[in-house]
């Protein structure tokens, strides 16, 4: 099973919203020009790690294309990063919490929240290959199957099985600026799914169920806990433009797991190629 770490109130008011509703909000085009990184402190040398975090993310999230990080061309634009970035903030992570012992400011976690100009990401995509990919962006109904060490469920926006699995489904949505759509376990009920998601015979069931709950693209998967991969190993399935695309990942966090689901799904949907 994946670890879990203590979540910042703010980001746990957020997820709240998404998990019940079954659904991550798209974000607006000015949204896609900001990205995130946690840094320690506010000093300058770990500032300039943050921003070349904050670049690397900010070009998958516009252009939807993981294969700009293998570019040749990234490592001397990465040099600069902070050249590029056209503001930024903090926000301390223990906002609220005293410094205790000898722990000083510098020793805080920080969010460092990075803006730049559009401009100036879609020149760099061309630099590197690629391109934004165009807004709006498809909605994407997912059908996970769950098979842990005691039982097999399908995941959804109101279950009690894993919560932390939805939870975990909506912050891998967040860096790629992706709406993603979970079933209400009574919607599942009614179109009587079984757990075999990715069986061909499923296709036409699979795109019913996916209009009924708001998706354009259905992102359909099983998850499976394996003692002998030390991990989950997962199998993920979406159909784009007549061809089904399948990949799988292997011995991982389920957190890992999901954010290999989204950003194959985003590989493929913003026309970048196969996972």
Same mark, same amino acid.
């Given at each position: 099973?994946?670890?879990?770490? +203590?979540?910042? &109130?703010?980001?746990?008011?957020?997820?709240?919203?998404?998990?019940?509703?079954?659904?991550?909000?798209?974000?607006?085009?000015?949204?896609?020009?900001?990205?995130?990184?946690?840094?320690?402190?506010?000093?300058?040398?770990?500032?300039?790690?943050?921003?070349? *975090?904050?670049?690397?993310?900010?070009?998958?999230?516009?252009?939807?294309?993981?294969?700009?990080?293998?570019?040749?061309?990234?490592?001397?634009?990465?040099?600069?990063?902070?050249?590029?970035?056209?503001?930024?903030?903090?926000?301390?992570? &223990?906002?609220?919490?005293?410094? #205790?012992? *000898?722990?000083?400011?510098?020793?805080?976690? #920080?969010?460092?929240?990075?803006?730049?100009? +559009?401009?100036?990401?879609?020149?760099?995509?061309?630099?590197?290959?690629?391109?934004? /990919?165009?807004?709006?962006?498809?909605?994407?109904?997912?059908?996970?199957?769950? #098979?842990?060490?005691?039982?097999?469920?399908?995941?959804?926006?109101?279950?009690?099985?894993?919560?932390?699995?939805?939870?975990? &489904?909506?912050?891998?949505?967040? +860096?790629?600026?992706?709406? $993603?759509?979970?079933?209400?376990?009574?919607? &599942? $009920?009614?179109? !009587?799914?079984?757990?075999?998601?990715?069986?061909?015979?499923?296709?036409?069931?699979?795109?019913? @169920?996916? !209009?009924?709950?708001?998706?354009?693209?259905?992102?359909?998967?099983?998850?499976? /806990?394996?003692?002998?991969?030390?991990? /989950?190993?997962?199998?993920?399935? @979406?159909?784009?433009?007549?061809?089904? #695309?399948?990949?799988?990942?292997?011995?991982?966090?389920?957190?890992?797991?999901?954010?290999? $689901?989204?950003?194959?799904? $985003?590989?493929?949907?913003?026309?970048?190629?196969? +996972?």
């Amino acid at each position: 099973m994946t670890a879990r770490m +203590p979540a910042i &109130l703010p980001f746990l008011v957020m997820l709240a919203g998404v998990i019940s509703s079954g659904m991550t909000r798209p974000a607006s085009a000015q949204d896609l020009y900001v990205s995130d990184a946690i840094v320690t402190g506010t000093g300058e040398e770990n500032r300039e790690i943050g921003f070349r *975090e904050c670049l690397s993310e900010v070009l998958v999230k516009v252009s939807g294309n993981q294969r700009v990080l293998e570019a040749p061309a990234l490592a001397p634009l990465l040099e600069r990063a902070g050249s590029f970035v056209a503001s930024f903030a903090y926000r301390d992570r &223990l906002e609220g919490i005293p410094i #205790h012992d *000898e722990q000083g400011t510098h020793d805080r976690p #920080h969010d460092l929240t990075c803006r730049y100009d +559009p401009a100036t990401i879609n020149r760099l995509l061309d630099t590197l290959g690629s391109r934004p /990919w165009p807004q709006p962006r498809r909605r994407i109904a997912v059908l996970f199957a769950v #098979h842990d060490q005691k039982r097999s469920f399908m995941l959804t926006s109101d279950g009690d099985e894993s919560p932390y699995m939805a939870e975990s &489904l909506a912050a891998a949505t967040v +860096p790629l600026a992706l709406e $993603a759509r979970l079933p209400e376990r009574e919607t &599942l $009920a009614q179109e !009587k799914l079984g757990l075999d998601v990715l069986s061909s015979e499923r296709a036409a069931q699979l795109e019913r @169920l996916a !209009k009924k709950i708001g998706g354009d693209a259905v992102l359909a998967g099983t998850i499976s /806990w394996s003692d002998e991969a030390l991990g /989950w190993i997962a199998d993920w399935q @979406l159909d784009r433009a007549g061809k089904t #695309h399948r990949w799988q990942i292997r011995g991982v966090s389920f957190d890992d797991a999901f954010r290999n $689901a989204v950003r194959g799904a $985003a590989q493929i949907l913003s026309g970048n190629g196969a +996972p």
